[in-house]
C-alpha cells in the first residue's frame, strides 16, 4: 500500500487537531499557517502553529524520502544548540519532526498506519509519539501559560539566520473566536514576528475575559435575586411542601 502525500497528512493534522481544541470548554484564538510550497517551506518547514501558550513549527516527511536537506538543518541546529540549554530547551519545545508512512500488520492481518513525532533534534532516531498524542499535547500546551517567549524568538532568529531569511516577511491569518462562538479572520503582517503575534493573541484573549466578566458582573443582581427568592420559600415551606405561593389579597374595606 502506497503512502499518503504530506499534504494530505498535513490536513488531517490540522483537522484533528482543530477537533482536539474544540473539546475545551475554554476556547482561544490560533494562528495556522501552512508553509509547504511557499519560500517559507524549506527554511522553516510545513506548518507552523501559534497559541497563547504554544508555538510550534513541523517538518512532515514520509518513510523513505531523501533527508538530506534535513541533515544538513540539523547539523546547524545541533551545533548552534549543543552549549546553549535555554537555547535546546526552546528547539525541544517548538520545532518537530512528523515521520509518517509506515504500514504494520499484525498476526490478524490487521492493517494500522504508523505516525512516529519527534522533536526536530532527534530527526535521525526512530520512534516517537503518535500523530493522535501530538496533537493532544499541542491543544494542551496551547491553554497553558505563555512559554518564555524570549527562548522562542531567539530560536526562531536562529532558523531566520540560517536561511537568509532576516528582514523576510510574509503575512498570514489569525483565527478568532467570538464570545458567541463565532469565527473571524484577522489579517497578521509578519507571522515570523512571534512578539507581534503573541501581543495580538494575548491582547484578545484578555478582551474576552473582561468581556466575561462583565457578563457575568450583569447577570449578578438577577442571580441574587433568584437565591433571595428560593431562600424565602425555602424558609416558609413552599418548596419543601410543594405549596404554591398565596396570592395576595387587597382589603378594599367593607362591601356595600
Known sequence: MLSPYENVIIGNFIYGLG???GKNPRQIDSCVNLLQQTPLDKVLGDVMLQFPGAWRLIEFKRVGANLKKERVKLATYRGATRRDVD????SLRAHWFVETGQHIIDEFDNSTFQMNVRPYLELEEHGGISLEAFAEQVA???HKDPPNKAELDLYLRLIKLFGCLDGYE???????????GGLSYLPLENITDLKATSRVLRARLRAREEEFTRSQAARGAFSSAVRQELQRREVSGELAHGVEPKQQTLDHGPSL
Open 19 to 21: 477537533l482536539v481544541m
Open 87 to 90: 537555547l535546546r530547551k526552546a
Open 140 to 142: 494542551e500546551d496551547a
Open 170 to 180: 510574509t503575512s498570514g491569518l489569525l483565527v478568532g473566536v467570538g464570545s458567541n
